[in-house]
């Protein structure tokens, strides 16, 4: 069984930080990509960064360029998420999501795992 778990989400002030964390489990992380998209409500879920695992490659939604930073730690299988300079349009949910090869696409269908979301709210 292939499980994603989240954790970091919070309510914050407009400026502050947050970290998103995501484990991998039930299958080897080796020759897949992880990331995040986000869901506003009203809105599409749209994505927000990924990371390839054997090559260290990342690709990120021009909205969090520059506020945005996505990492992982190879031997606890999770991905991070550290999100900066957090602005009330940051505001969804965060979804975890991982896929069974290497290449990183903005395409929601070419994902293969989904984790059950964590609410990130930030105050103006």
């Known amino acids: 069984q292939v499980q994603l778990v989240e954790s970091g989400g919070g309510l914050v002030q407009a400026g502050d930080s947050l970290r998103l964390s995501c484990a991998l489990s039930g299958r080897t992380v080796s020759s897949t990509a992880m990331g995040w998209f986000r869901q506003a409500p009203g809105k599409e879920r749209e994505f927000v960064a990924a990371i390839s695992w054997p090559a260290d490659r990342t690709y990120y939604a021009d909205s969090v360029k520059g506020r945005f930073t996505i990492s992982k730690d190879n031997a606890k299988n999770t991905v991070i998420l550290q999100m900066n300079t957090l602005k009330p349009e940051d505001t969804a949910i965060y979804y975890c999501?991982?896929?069974?090869?290497?290449?990183?696409?903005?395409?929601?269908?070419?994902?293969?795992?989904w984790g059950q979301g964590t609410q990130v709210t930030v105050s103006s």
């Open positions: 999501t991982a896929r069974n090869n290497y290449y990183i696409t903005q395409t929601q269908a070419s994902w293969d795992y």
